[in-house]
T-cell receptor, first 113, second 113 residues
Framework: GAGVSQTPSNKVTEKGKYVELRCDPI?????LYWYRQSLGQGPEFLIY????????DSGLPNDRFFAVRPEGSVSTLKIQRTERGDSAVYLC???????????FGPGTRLTVL | DQQVKQNSPSLSVQEGRISILNCDYT??????FLWYKKYPAEGPTFLIS?????DKNEDGRFTVFLNKSAKHLSLHIVPSQPGDSAVYFC????????????FGTGTRLKVLA
């Protein structure tokens, strides 16, 4: 499997619950990105990792959202106290460095009831 | 404020004819532009890109044109094939770094056999 993988593919949760979304980037890609795509919209940038550190988290909507990449490979996007407005497809992408083509995973569809 | 706009939500084209997808942007600092294609239940796939120092880039059946003075770019697909039916996203990034893509809302292309 050479592509970006994301788990779970679908997540249904209740308002107020905590969720974790996982991204496994392409092996050797140092840069990792999270985007959120709401219905009828294009992907919206959330956060960018270069290695283990978050180089730019300016797209995170509020402090309920947090992401980690402790070993510079797999990343987890964490959402606390979920709200119905958090329902969207969360996309992960990776690239060889912080420039150039980004390769996207299939996304996790999050539904908050 | 939508910095990257795709004003046509959908487009239908006969197989073999030319498909022209349009994109407008507002930020003159954008330096790098991309087109991504997205099939249902899959992540966006990179199609073609263009730097602001060029006005045209061609790759097989796909050509992207950039008009900086008009802040407009377009994607031409010739000849169109049924397998081209997908949602196409235009994206742009700033001169300061190409990692943060700003996406348009997408145009759904349907190529009729």
């Amino acid at each position: 499997g050479a592509g970006v993988s994301q788990t779970p593919s679908n997540k249904v949760t209740e308002k107020g619950k905590y969720v974790e979304l996982r991204c496994d980037p392409i092996s050797g890609h140092t840069a990792l990105y999270w985007y959120r795509q709401s219905l009828g919209q294009g992907p919206e940038f959330l956060i960018y990792f270069q290695g283990t550190g978050a180089a730019d988290d300016s797209g995170l909507p509020n402090d309920r959202f947090f992401a980690v990449r402790p070993e510079g490979s797999v990343s987890t996007l964490k959402i606390q106290r979920t709200e119905r407005g958090d329902s969207a497809v969360y996309l992960c992408a990776s690239s060889l460095a912080g420039v150039g083509e980004q390769f996207f995973g299939p996304g996790t569809r999050l539904t908050v009831l | 404020d939508q910095q990257v706009k795709q004003n046509s939500p959908s487009l239908s084209v006969q197989e073999g004819r030319i498909s022209i997808l349009n994109c407008d942007y507002t930020n003159s600092m954008f330096d790098y532009f991309l087109w991504y294609k997205k099939y249902p239940a899959e992540g966006p796939t990179f199609l073609i890109s263009i730097s602001s120092i060029k006005d045209k880039n061609e790759d097989g059946r796909f050509t992207v044109f950039l008009n900086k003075s008009a802040k407009h770019l377009s994607l031409h697909i010739v000849p169109s094939q049924p397998g081209d039916s997908a949602v196409y996203f235009c994206a742009a990034s700033l001169t300061s770094g190409t990692y943060k893509y700003i996406f348009g809302t997408g145009t759904r292309l349907k190529v009729l056999a």
